[in-house]
Structure formats: structure tokens, C-alpha cells
């Protein structure tokens, strides 16, 4: 396992869409591993492979709650309902805080790392963060959703 280097604000990868994976092989094992490593260090809930510079259709979330640990490979949302205001941030804008609009319930198509089909459904914290990850996977970031004037920027701690 090791730590992968984030891809932060204004690098043009956050904006390009991640290809599907048709083979999990070794290298993608050792991709999720290192993602949940990487965003462990940095106390996040939840990244995307274009995180940390690969454009694959892979995301890791934990909650830090048992049973909210998940590798999820070519997630696609296939029902939300709801809508929830979010605190959000995003690793790959440290200094970043906003309010943005997502599904208060959600439930996602995947595959595991065994390659079997799995369904997660979440609601509140798990529905923005699956939303988050996979909006992440088709170039998308929350800056480019958040609600007019929420936007924060603070500085890092020392
Ligand atoms: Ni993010």
C-alpha cells in the first residue's frame, strides 16, 4: 500500500471523464488500497481515482462508521430522490467549503473489487458522498456546483 499524490485545483485532469474498467486485475486491487490509504491520511470520506491522477471509473468512500467502507468500480446512479443542502469540501480543493444540492437518497450500481454486482444505497452523508465521487468520474467538481455565495475560502492551518 501507499500513499498516491492528490491532484488539486487547476489541474485540467479534474475536468476529463474517467474510462470504465473492463479488467480487474492486480493493479486496480492495489489502486483501491492505495485510494483508501490516501484518503485516510487525509481525512477524507470519499475519493476518485481522477484524484489521484487516473482516469478509471473507481471510488472509495468511508464514513467511518462500520459497513460504510466502499470500493465501488463503474458506479452508476440508477435511482435518487430528495434533496439535501450539503456542507461540502472536496480533497482536491483543500481550502474549499461550500453549500451544494444533492439527492437526499440514492442508490448505486457497481461492481466490487471481486467483480460482483453490488447496490448501495445511502442517504444523507452516504448519498452526497456517492453523488460527489461519481460526479467526480464525469469531470465534474463541487465548485462548479455550489450554491451561488456559499462559496468559503479558508486558509490552511499551519
Ligand atoms: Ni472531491
Do not use: W
Given at each position: 500500500?501507499?500513499?498516491?499524490?492528490?491532484?488539486?485545483?487547476?489541474?485540467?485532469?479534474?475536468?476529463?471523464?474517467?474510462?470504465?474498467?473492463?479488467?480487474?486485475?492486480?493493479?486496480?486491487?492495489?489502486?483501491?488500497?492505495?485510494?483508501?490509504?490516501?484518503?485516510?491520511?487525509?481525512?477524507?470520506v470519499g475519493l476518485?481515482?481522477?484524484?489521484?491522477?487516473?482516469?478509471?471509473?473507481?471510488?472509495?468512500?468511508?464514513?467511518?462508521?462500520?459497513?460504510?467502507?466502499?470500493?465501488?468500480?463503474?458506479?452508476?446512479?440508477?435511482?435518487?430522490?430528495?434533496?439535501?443542502?450539503?456542507?461540502?469540501?472536496?480533497?482536491?480543493?483543500?481550502?474549499?467549503f461550500g453549500k451544494?444540492?444533492?439527492?437526499?437518497?440514492?442508490?448505486?450500481?457497481?461492481?466490487?473489487?471481486?467483480?460482483?454486482?453490488?447496490?448501495?444505497k445511502g442517504k444523507?452523508?452516504?448519498?452526497?458522498?456517492?453523488?460527489?465521487?461519481?460526479?467526480?468520474?464525469?469531470?465534474?467538481?463541487?465548485?462548479?456546483?455550489?450554491?451561488?455565495?456559499?462559496?468559503?475560502?479558508?486558509?490552511?492551518?499551519?
Open positions: 500500500m501507499a500513499i498516491r499524490n492528490l491532484r488539486y485545483e487547476g489541474d485540467e485532469i479534474l475536468n476529463k471523464i474517467s474510462r470504465e474498467i473492463t479488467v480487474i486485475d492486480d493493479k486496480i486491487k492495489e489502486l483501491a488500497n492505495d485510494m483508501i490509504e490516501t484518503m485516510h491520511k487525509y481525512d477524507g476518485a481515482g481522477v484524484q489521484v491522477g487516473i482516469l478509471k471509473r473507481i471510488i472509495v468512500i468511508d464514513l467511518y462508521e462500520e459497513g460504510t467502507q466502499f470500493v465501488l468500480i463503474n458506479p452508476i446512479i440508477i435511482k435518487q430522490k430528495g434533496e439535501q443542502i450539503c456542507d461540502e469540501g472536496c480533497l482536491s480543493y483543500p481550502s474549499k451544494v444540492k444533492r439527492p437526499k437518497e440514492i442508490v448505486v450500481e457497481a461492481l466490487d473489487l471481486n467483480g460482483k454486482k453490488v447496490k448501495v444523507d452523508l452516504l448519498a452526497q458522498a456517492l453523488a460527489h465521487e461519481i460526479d467526480h468520474l464525469n469531470g465534474k467538481v463541487f465548485i462548479d456546483k455550489v450554491e451561488p455565495g456559499t462559496l468559503e475560502n479558508v486558509k490552511p492551518q499551519q
